[in-house]
């Protein structure tokens, strides 16, 4: 059994629940300490039950409450060498993790897996707990086979739906911003958030969170549309449940049986 919510999702800052019998854990820490603390109550959930902040990269969005947080309460943090040496932390409290090694956290076991973003050594993680899995993946420039796999096995898939093509191709950034978003180390479309579980997701599939919508280059709406759209042509998945997530308040509480 899991639970899982989106504390925060979008280049503000993202944080995410993972709740199960075997202890609770976040994986990043992108909003202050405080704003943490506070959606974990309004989830119905308490900071101090937190067991480790794993990290996906370097990135202030994904990292931003970490120090605070784990010399207030004493929570350990689970990092690789090359984001690391990235990050203003303090070590003390820092496991060391390796891409494609399990970590057995109390019972609960996380893989973290190499994806293709402009950082210093990404991640994404695949938890694992009693037959159910759960993956979070943000901040991929395209859908790699790690990440295929790690959709393929999940009962429920936290996945970036940063951009639509159109939105983003005709709007505001400069051409070098808008290439690299939209380029190989950068965001995943909506199209493409779309394709990968049309082409990948399984029928155990419960559900898939929308994450790190961009603020100018997509909407809730054209988000949500777009997937929904594309998956009309899996019937053996109508019953998955789609969600949107937000930069300013935590999603509902999702329970994974």
Do not use: W
């Given at each position: 059994?899991?639970?899982?919510?989106?504390?925060?999702?979008?280049?503000?800052?993202n944080?995410?629940y993972?709740?199960?019998d075997k202890?609770?854990i976040?994986?990043?820490?992108?909003?202050?300490?405080?704003?943490?603390?506070?959606?974990?109550?309004?989830?119905?959930?308490d900071?101090?039950?937190?067991?480790?902040?794993?990290?996906?990269?370097?990135?202030?969005?994904?990292?931003?409450?970490?120090?605070v947080l784990?010399?207030?309460?004493?929570?350990?943090?689970?990092?690789n060498?090359?984001?690391?040496?990235?990050?203003?932390?303090?070590?003390?409290?820092?496991?060391?993790?390796?891409?494609d090694?399990?970590?057995?956290?109390?019972?609960?076991?996380?893989?973290p897996?190499?994806?293709?973003?402009?950082a210093?050594?990404?991640?994404s993680?695949?938890?694992?707990?009693k037959?159910?899995?759960?993956?979070i993946?943000?901040?991929i420039?395209?859908?790699?086979?790690?990440?295929?796999?790690?959709?393929?096995?999940?009962d429920?898939?936290?996945?970036e739906?940063?951009?639509?093509?159109?939105?983003l191709?005709?709007g505001?950034?400069?051409?070098?911003l808008?290439?690299?978003?939209?380029?190989?180390?950068?965001?995943?479309?909506?199209?493409d958030?779309?394709?990968?579980?049309?082409?990948?997701?399984?029928?155990?599939?419960?559900?898939?969170?929308?994450?790190?919508?961009?603020?100018?280059?997509?909407?809730?709406?054209?988000?949500?549309?777009?997937?929904?759209?594309?998956?009309?042509?899996r019937?053996?998945?109508?019953n998955?449940k789609t969600?949107?997530?937000?930069?300013?308040?935590?999603?509902?509480l999702?329970?994974?049986?």
């Amino acid at each position: 059994m899991f639970e899982v919510s989106v504390l925060a999702s979008g280049s503000s800052g993202n944080c995410f629940y993972i709740g199960s019998d075997k202890g609770d854990i976040l994986i990043d820490a992108g909003i202050s300490c405080k704003q943490i603390s506070q959606r974990l109550e309004q989830i119905g959930k308490d900071i101090r039950d937190i067991k480790g902040i794993f990290v996906t990269h370097e990135h202030g969005d994904h990292t931003r409450g970490i120090d605070v947080l784990t010399r207030k309460y004493n929570i350990p943090v689970y990092i690789n060498k090359g984001t690391l040496r990235n990050c203003y932390l303090d070590k003390s409290n820092v496991n060391l993790i390796k891409s494609d090694e399990e970590i057995n956290l109390n019972g609960l076991k996380i893989l973290p897996f190499s994806k293709s973003h402009e950082a210093a050594d990404p991640v994404s993680y695949l938890i694992k707990n009693k037959g159910k899995k759960v993956s979070i993946i943000t901040d991929i420039g395209y859908s790699c086979d790690n990440v295929i796999k790690s959709v393929a096995e999940s009962d429920l898939v936290i996945l970036e739906s940063n951009h639509d093509t159109n939105m983003l191709k005709n709007g505001s950034y400069p051409h070098y911003l808008k290439k690299r978003i939209g380029g190989d180390k950068g965001h995943l479309s909506n199209y493409d958030a779309g394709l990968l579980v049309l082409e990948h997701g399984k029928r155990k599939l419960q559900y898939v969170l929308l994450s790190h919508l961009s603020l100018n280059n997509n909407t809730p709406d054209v988000a949500l549309n777009t997937f929904n759209s594309m998956l009309r042509e899996r019937k053996d998945l109508q019953n998955l449940k789609t969600m949107l997530t937000y930069r300013e308040k935590p999603t509902e509480l999702i329970r994974v049986k």
